[in-house]
């Protein structure tokens, strides 16, 4: 954490919550998914928390696993290491702009802090986990995982009905608006009547 003092209080129950929150073996899935996207070179971290937010932490292990996403023309020109922190915050906001352009919806992406400082890293796995999500959707070719790593997304089933398949369909009363076939009050009783005296 950049410069900042333990917390207390209610900000000390709220950070645990978010804490609690992250998946050490949802971690173990994306390191293995980032290194095998994108080969050797990014290596592994150590396990744990901390690992992973410093192998993510300069934005470079990110920046290289969403080039490998795109085929052509790739979305982050310059991935270079650096030990200043706004370059290092930069190459992650460069990560999560081409995420977007990618498909990743903004309700899925994590802030930059949230990695920085490692305020929110559930957050981290979870756009990092879209990401896995939408490249198996996808189906270019080029996620380099195993398939039941992550979920594929729902695609759009189009039908088209005729004019008669419409109108026979109003005809039928389907079992969830219910039936009342069979239906009466007999034998129902609702308790004792009332005893008046």
Do not use: H
């Amino acid at each position: 954490m950049a410069n900042k003092g333990p917390s207390f209080g209610l900000s000390r129950q709220v950070q645990d919550k978010i804490d609690s929150k992250y998946d050490p073996e949802l971690e173990q899935i994306l390191v293995e998914w980032i290194s095998r996207q994108c080969g050797s070179g990014v290596g592994k971290p150590e396990a744990g928390k901390t690992g992973f937010q410093t192998w993510l932490k300069d934005g470079c292990v990110l920046s290289e696993l969403i080039n490998s996403l795109f085929t052509g023309d790739k979305p982050v020109k310059k991935i270079a290491s650096s030990p200043a922190a706004f370059k290092q915050m930069e190459q992650i906001s460069q990560f999560l702009n081409a995420a977007e352009k990618y498909g990743v919806t903004k309700t899925d992406m994590f802030q930059t802090v949230d990695l920085w400082e490692g305020k929110d890293l559930a957050a981290v796995q979870r756009t990092l986990s879209a990401l896995g999500s939408l490249a198996i959707t996808k189906e270019e070719g080029t996620y380099k995982g195993e398939a039941n790593w992550f979920f594929k997304k729902a695609q759009e089933n189009k039908r088209d009905f005729s004019d008669d398949q419409m109108k026979a369909g109003k005809n039928v009363i389907g079992l969830q608006m219910g039936s009342n076939q069979g239906a009466s009050q007999e034998g129902m009783s609702y308790g004792r009547p009332r005893q008046i005296m």
